[in-house]
């Protein structure tokens, strides 16, 4: 049995999505309260995305691979998932999924969102909002996010030794705008390399605010730029996954 489920999740407090021992992720917290729900460990739960410390997610996927069918409503289980989570986390769904759906693999793209609160300061948003003292231009952050249309390879950088192979990414959608009081990325794509949407905003930010063009920001994803500036966690958040 498979069960699709959607959660979310203040990652403040968080290590991340993925397991580490002896660090509190949101994966490991779901899997200890399953296993006392379910009183069993035979199982697998898969995460679509997994976000880094401080990452936050308002609609997380994950696939629960059960050996055996639960013996309970999915509804049941939902609550008493909810009833033992702790306070940063909610899961918001569980549904029955086919047998063949993963919630990694069978992902077709994922929106991630980055708030940025530039001129002001908010003690009440601080955790989930990049607060710069500064004012950005829209309008030449949209010029960078232009230049990131369709596919591109970022083979250049060097985040991680343990990256994949394949360093491409497919952009369906990218854009800047004012909500509010706050300037707000959103991109859409196929897949998303380590910290690469923080990477990209912080790239886009410093090429606005100290070139006051898209020149850096060029020469950044042509390889050029040796400086690798990454925006801090806590404005980033996982709004979806498409399958």
């Known amino acids: 049995m498979i069960i699709k489920g959607v959660v979310e999740y203040d990652g403040t407090d ?20 399953l296993k006392r729900i379910l009183n069993s460990d035979n199982f ?25 069918p639960v013996r309970m409503s999915l509804e049941s289980l939902k609550k008493a ?31 991630y969102k980055y708030r940025i609160l530039d001129g ?44 994949k192979k394949n360093q491409k990414v497919r952009f369906f959608s990218v854009s800047w705008d004012r909500v509010n009081d706050e300037t707000v990325f959103v991109v859409e794509g196929d897949r998303f390399l380590y910290k690469l949407v923080r990477v990209l905003v912080a790239s886009m930010v410093y090429s606005c605010k100290n070139f006051k063009s898209t020149s850096f920001f ?11 500036l990454v925006a801090p966690a806590k404005g980033l ?3 979806s996954v498409n399958y």
């Open 120 to 163: 002001a300061k908010s003690p009440l948003r601080t955790r989930y909002v990049w607060e710069l003292p500064f004012r950005l231009d829209l309008e030449v952050l949209r010029q960078c996010s232009g230049l990131l249309k369709g596919e591109r390879d970022f083979s250049f950088l060097k985040l991680t030794t343990g990256e």
């Open 218 to 228: 060029e020469s950044f994803l042509e390889g050029k730029e040796e400086k690798v």
């Open 44 to 68: 697998k739960l898969v995460g679509a995305s997994r976000t880094d410390a401080g990452v936050h997610a308002e609609n997380q996927v994950f696939s629960l691979h059960l050996k055996e």
């Open 237 to 239: 958040t996982l709004v």
């Open 81 to 111: 998932l909810n009833s033992l989570l702790p306070n940063d986390v909610y899961v918001k769904s569980l549904e029955e999924a086919q047998e063949d759906f993963h919630a990694r693999f069978k992902a077709r793209s994922k929106i």
């Open 14 to 33: 968080f290590f991340g999505w993925q397991v580490q021992k002896d660090k509190r992720t949101v994966q490991g917290t779901l899997i200890e309260v």
